[in-house]
């Protein structure tokens, strides 16, 4: 008995024939939707958040790093040697003006004070036994001629006590230290009881309210920079706070590196900053009637920047090759490649395609 054998590919077109009434029954019996998802091999849509272009001003940001200087800052030395019998401040304590920041053993000083108004009493005594002896009425200078009166104080030794007492006097004054302005204490170089000379460093006082942020820019970004340019100061330090500032001095020299130091004084409380402190200094220059979207919309297709807009009508995202004009650390300007009233895609558009299906995300 002989077997039949059918050819190979007649088989498979037999199979495929016995299943085409199923296949296009399912479709038929799916809804509308359904069925163009079925015949589209399409997935759920991509949730995404939208805001509209807008063509307003952009603020051009120009960063800078820098440290942070006190404008107004003393060095504080000792008037007087001997030893530092009062000491009523520490470092990194803050100190009006007129305080008192050291005192130096004034017993030496005293005792020179005693005694050259000891002496001055005796050239009072002279001179007026000299007036007397001149003609003149003791108590009484203008019993005598001007000549007469100065030629008496001299031979009385008047007027050479009457210096003693007066540098006795001065030196005294000198043991004692005080604030010429207020500021916090910083580098104290002096211990109590400790000897001392005249001249010794006691310590360094910054003003915190001068506090300035020392910065450098290229010659062609500090061109267009002007004392009382208003820019944001920001600590490394101090992550999210930031302290307003104006442009106060602009060095007119242009280093070998190209680079000009610009110096923006720190407005507000600043007593919790120390100087050396480093900055990042903002200077933000608006550029009018640029489109302006975030930063977020921007992503690469084959190495070129796209933004993908949305079209409510059909559900779809496009996307759009755009030019770049500007760019902060937050928005970006758009010189060609969206129309103002455009709805561009800022989030979920990392993995989109062109006419990809998304829906609007509820905020």
Not at 244 to 271: F, H, K
Request: net charge negative; aromatic share 4%.
């Amino acid at each position: 008995m002989h077997r039949i054998q059918i050819p190979y590919h007649i088989i498979v077109h037999l199979l495929a024939l016995a299943l085409l009434p199923a296949c296009s029954a399912t479709t038929a019996d799916a809804p509308p939707e359904e069925a163009a998802a079925i015949a589209a091999g399409s997935v759920e849509a991509v949730a995404v958040r939208v805001t509209p272009v807008e063509r307003r001003a952009f603020p051009l940001r120009t960063l800078a790093t820098g440290r942070l200087r006190a404008a107004r800052k003393a060095e504080i030395r000792l008037r007087a040697a001997g030893e530092i019998v009062e000491l009523p401040v520490a470092e990194g304590a803050y100190v009006e003006q007129g305080a008192l920041l050291a005192r130096v053993d004034e017993a030496a000083l005293q005792l020179r004070l005693r005694q050259a108004r000891l002496q001055l009493d005796d050239a009072e005594i002279n001179k007026q036994d000299l007036l007397l002896a001149q003609g003149g009425q003791a108590g009484v200078d203008t019993s005598v001629t001007p000549g007469k009166l100065a030629l008496i104080h001299t031979l009385s030794g008047y007027d050479k006590a009457r210096l003693a007492v007066e540098q006795a006097e001065y030196e005294l004054a000198q043991v004692r230290v005080y604030a010429p302005f207020g500021g916090l204490v910083a580098d104290l170089e002096i211990k109590l009881y400790q000897q001392a000379n005249a001249g010794d460093v006691l310590c360094t006082l910054l003003d915190p309210a001068s506090f300035e942020a020392e910065f450098q820019l290229l010659e062609s970004e500090a061109l267009s920079v002007e004392e009382g340019r208003r820019v944001r100061v920001r600590p490394l330090a101090l992550p999210g706070r930031e302290w307003p500032a104006a442009v106060s001095t602009i060095n007119p020299i242009v280093d070998e590196q190209g680079l000009v130091t610009l110096r923006a004084r720190l407005q507000g409380d600043a007593r919790r900053l120390i100087e050396g402190l480093n900055v990042e200094v903002v200077l933000e220059q608006a550029v009018p009637g640029l489109i302006v979207v975030p930063k977020s919309a921007l992503v690469l297709r084959s190495g070129r920047p796209v933004v993908f807009s949305y079209t409510p009508e059909e559900g779809l995202a496009k996307w759009n090759y755009v030019t770049v004009a500007h760019e902060n650390d937050e928005q970006i300007a758009v010189s060609e490649g969206l129309e103002p009233g455009a709805l561009v895609i800022y989030e979920g558009n990392l993995n989109l395609e062109h006419d990809a299906q998304v829906r609007v995300a509820e905020e």
